[in-house]
T-cell receptor, first 114, second 114 residues
Framework: NAGVMQNPRHLVRRRGQEARLRCSPM?????VYWYRQLPEEGLKFMVY????????ESGMPKERFSAEFPKEGPSILRIQQVVRGDSAAYFC????????????FGEGSRLTVL | KNQVEQSPQSLIILEGKNCTLQ??????????LRWYKQDTGRGPVSLTI?????NTKSNGRYTATLDADTKQSSLHITASQLSDSASYIC?????????????FGAGTRLTVKP
């Protein structure tokens, strides 16, 4: 499967724990985007990364959220000290170009905070 | 107020019937408009992408139209099938920041019944 791979697909955490979501972009794609989707709402941009660089994190909450895209390995979205409001579907997308290249989405990671 | 408004919020049609979904946007400037299909529990999949100069684009039984003057787009589905049941998301880009400046509508939830 050469598509965008996200894992885990489902993650359950208790309040105060950490959540780590991983995204492997499509082969040949160096641009990665993270989005959050709440029930009945549209996807909200969080962060845009290229290899080893955060290009735009204007959609990321100022605290507890961080993202990285190391030279080797998947992109990781990290949520520290999770709260119930963090429960959502987190989608990763990748593209070959940061301009208007087509975005390919992963299947999402669904985080539930108890 | 969301810059991308979709209507109706939900729609139920019988298999074989046609339907049209609407998208109105206030995003400015305008670079391109995309329609995505999102099956329940899955990631969005691109259906069409249209730039300012294009006013119609087809992808099989899906036909998207764009009126950049009135800032309206529609997605017409012909001869619906059960597999068309999904959320359809309209996404508008300004082009100012590339793919990380995409504004997502909340989607129209389509249910096709036998």
């Amino acid at each position: 499967n050469a598509g965008v791979m996200q894992n885990p697909r489902h993650l359950v955490r208790r309040r105060g724990q950490e959540a780590r979501l991983r995204c492997s972009p499509m082969k040949g794609h160096s641009h990665v985007y993270w989005y959050r989707q709440l029930p009945e709402e549209g996807l909200k941009f969080m962060v845009y990364l290229q290899k080893e660089n955060i290009i735009d994190e204007s959609g990321m909450p100022k605290e507890r959220f961080s993202a990285e895209f190391p030279k080797e390995g998947p992109s990781i979205l990290r949520i520290q000290q999770v709260v119930r409001g963090d429960s959502a579907a987190y989608f990763c997308a990748s593209s070959t170009s940061g301009d208007t290249g087509e975005l390919f989405f992963g299947e999402g990671s669904r985080l539930t905070v108890l | 107020k969301n810059q991308v408004e979709q209507s109706p919020q939900s729609l139920i049609i019988l298999e074989g019937k046609n339907c049209t979904l609407q998208c109105n946007y206030t995003v400015s400037p305008f670079s391109n408009l995309r329609w995505y299909k999102q099956d329940t529990g899955r990631g969005p999949v691109s259906l069409t992408i249209m730039t300012f100069s294009e006013n119609t684009k087809s992808n099989g039984r899906y036909t998207a139209t764009l009126d950049a003057d009135t800032k309206q787009s529609s997605l017409h589905i012909t001869a619906s099938q059960l597999s068309d049941s999904a959320s359809y998301i309209c996404v508008v880009s300004t082009g100012e920041k590339g793919n990380n400046d995409m504004r997502f509508g909340a989607g129209t939830r389509l249910t096709v019944k036998p």
